[in-house]
């Protein structure tokens, strides 16, 4: 079979790997750096081998295109683009509706399309559908449906073979034909009653994750307010064998998911008439952790940070990635600048952000880790400045969070 990735990004690539084992996939794009590296065989995602891709271009099975001719044909194509926050926090279907029309405009006969970006519940009814139909000249019976994807960046442990996977089509055949598909690479399929439970279900998968990692993170607030260790609490409360699961405080959450989608849920409930008080709490207490972790440190430094060199230790959202998406770094950045520090920062993974290049581990007055990256030695962070904070837990020696 023809299978069209549109969108050749973190979810995409990984996509397009596992599949081309078993198809002719083409991986469409609408950057061309990214394109002419993937035909290169190169991979920009981590956990995506670029040994991987050449095999695939070698056999035959894999190449990248910017030519919204080769949409052209397809049998199957899977949309994975972004679906990020506008600038008031609501759902932005901007790149959704482009790729609708790609495929609408160069689909040459019926096929498959199936949603692996994560939307509200509905958007393959009454989003992508409708969209294609009203951009399509020709008026081919296409078959539809939603499998949300669940992978996490430089993950060893979970891949697409052996991470459960939703899916449900908008007719019993677009279901098994989705199912088909999967079931080519993907060893647990799970099959639900609706696109919507499915488009749901992935909402609520990183809800649950926002909305715990905002209740750990005004425990760490309470606990230090009480002079008690947080994680020993939490080690402590993890013993239990049943009814609790452990999450980490942080500096905030960051990636393209967790700050976002509980956002598309909360958005899709208040048109529903309900209102997300949950999430919504959970999105302030993890957008003000930098502003009070700010705090803490002026407060340890003698109530000011009036010129003092400040060096902030990784500033990608989650360990050996350089994905910077929405990094609370960045606010906690703003938070330091705001007390009158002079901001610098360091992160080999990521290297260059912001059209600035990583600073040198040292000279710093106060460093703080935002982000511990295995390649960078806990030793050198705390030669690094006389007084190190650690919102990680992971640097032994410096103040914790
Ligand atoms: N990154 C993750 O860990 C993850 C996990 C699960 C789900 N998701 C969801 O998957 C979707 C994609 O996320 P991602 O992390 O892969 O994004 P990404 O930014 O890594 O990749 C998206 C790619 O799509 C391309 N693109 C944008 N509009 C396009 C268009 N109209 N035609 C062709 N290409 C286009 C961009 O150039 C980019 O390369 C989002 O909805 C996200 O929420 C992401």
Not at 15 to 21: D, N, R
Request: proline residues 5%; negative net charge.
């Amino acid at each position: 079979m023809k299978v069209l990735l549109i969108g050749q990004g973190y979810v995409g690539l990984t996509i397009s790997a596992f599949a081309a084992k078993h198809h002719q996939v083409v991986g469409f794009d609408l950057n061309p750096t990214i394109v002419a590296q993937l035909n290169k065989g190169i991979s920009h995602i981590e956990g995506v081998a670029s040994e991987d891709i050449k095999q695939a271009i070698y056999a035959g099975n894999y190449k990248a295109t910017t030519d919204a001719g080769e949409i052209a044909g397809s049998n199957i194509v899977v949309i994975a683009v972004p679906t990020p926050l506008d600038a008031d926090r609501k759902p932005d279907l901007t790149y959704i509706d482009s790729a609708c029309k790609l495929i609408a405009k160069n689909l040459t006969g019926p096929a498959l399309i199936i949603n692996e970006s994560t939307s509200f519940p509905g958007t393959i009814r009454n989003y992508i559908k409708p969209a294609i139909e009203k951009y399509s000249n020709q008026k081919f019976e296409h078959l539809y449906a939603i499998s949300p994807e669940r992978v996490d960046p430089g993950r060893q442990d979970f891949n697409q073979k052996n991470t459960p996977r939703l899916y449900a089509g908008l007719t019993p055949e677009a279901t098994s034909r989705t199912r088909e598909f999967y079931s080519t690479f993907c060893d647990n399929l799970v099959e639900v009653s609706s696109p919507e439970v499915a488009e749901a279900a992935k909402l609520f998968e990183n809800t649950f994750r926002q909305v715990n990692i905002a209740l750990v993170n005004e425990l760490a607030q309470i606990s230090h307010a009480l002079g008690i260790d947080v994680r020993e609490t939490l080690d402590a409360a993890g013993t239990k064998p049943y009814g609790f699961m452990k999450f980490s405080p942080s500096a905030g959450v960051g990636g393209h998911c967790i700050p976002v989608d509980p956002s598309y849920l909360a958005d899709v409930a208040e048109n529903a008439g309900v209102e997300a008080t949950f999430i919504k709490r959970a999105n302030e207490v993890n957008l003000d952790m930098p502003k009070y972790i700010a705090g803490r440190i002026a407060k340890d430094n003698g109530r000011s940070l009036k010129g003092k060199k400040v060096l902030v230790v990784g500033v990608a959202y989650k360990p050996n990635v350089a994905d910077t998406r929405e990094t609370p770094a960045e606010l906690l950045i703003d938070a330091l600048t705001d007390l009158g520090a002079v901001v610098t920062w360091n992160d080999p993974v990521v290297g260059t952000w912001h059209g600035s290049e990583s600073s040198p581990l040292a000279g710093a007055d106060i460093a703080v880790v935002v982000t511990k990256h295995d390649a960078v030695d806990s030793k050198d962070i705390l030669k690094s400045a006389p007084y190190v904070f650690d919102t990680t837990g992971k640097v032994k020696g410096a103040v914790q969070l």
